[in-house]
């Protein structure tokens, strides 16, 4: 059974998720900003609904809301196995393994999951959905948290690697909150 948009928000709001204070709003609106982003990116739906879920169980730097890792199958359900592998990446993942991978220019493009200490290697495809969902994620955020110092090369890396409208993106974000673009991105 496919599930509706509708069906994907109520289940956040079962888990109380439009109640968890994040950058300004709530957790539900920052997942549903990220979806709505991706979609206008020319994503398709399975990104899109990994976007949703970007954060689901917890991230390396949101810990206010993680369903437990028990309930993938429920998520998995829910968005398909690709979006859920891809959103559980978001979340379990080392960011500076994530980094390091999208400056390879060749593969093994390899992360580290921080919940399990396994590392995952992924195929170009997968490396980049992972950092477009991670890049659309930051720049949602990033207007009302103002927390443009973090990791600012990182994220210009991730726009550079993915060119075309994620780095467009990259740049109009920036440039309507007075930020200014690293050289060369």
């Known amino acids: 059974m496919a599930y509706t948009f509708k069906q994907l928000t109520d289940f956040f709001v079962e888990l109380g998720a439009d109640k968890i204070p994040h950058t300004e709003t709530v957790y539900l609106a920052h997942a549903i900003g990220v979806y709505n982003d991706l979609k206008s990116w020319g994503c398709d739906e399975e990104i899109c609904r990994a976007g949703l879920f970007h954060s689901i169980y917890g991230t390396e730097g949101f810990q206010r809301f993680a369903l437990p890792l028990e309930r993938r199958g429920e998520v998995r359900e829910r968005i398909g196995e690709r979006a859920e592998r891809l959103a559980y990446w978001n979340c379990a993942m080392d960011r500076a393994s994530l980094d390091a991978a999208a400056e390879q220019t060749t593969p093994p493009y390899k992360i580290r999951d921080r919940l399990t200490g396994a590392v995952v290697e992924l195929s170009e ?42 780095l467009e993106n990259y740049r109009r974000v920036l440039a309507e909150n007075g930020v200014a673009v690293a050289p060369g991105t």
Do not use: K, M
């Open 125 to 166: 495809r997968e490396l980049d959905d992972l950092c477009t969902v991670h890049l659309c994620d930051w720049l949602e955020q990033c207007p009302r948290s103002h927390n443009w110092d973090y990791r600012p090369e990182a994220y210009g890396n991730l726009a550079q690697r993915l060119g075309g409208v994620a």
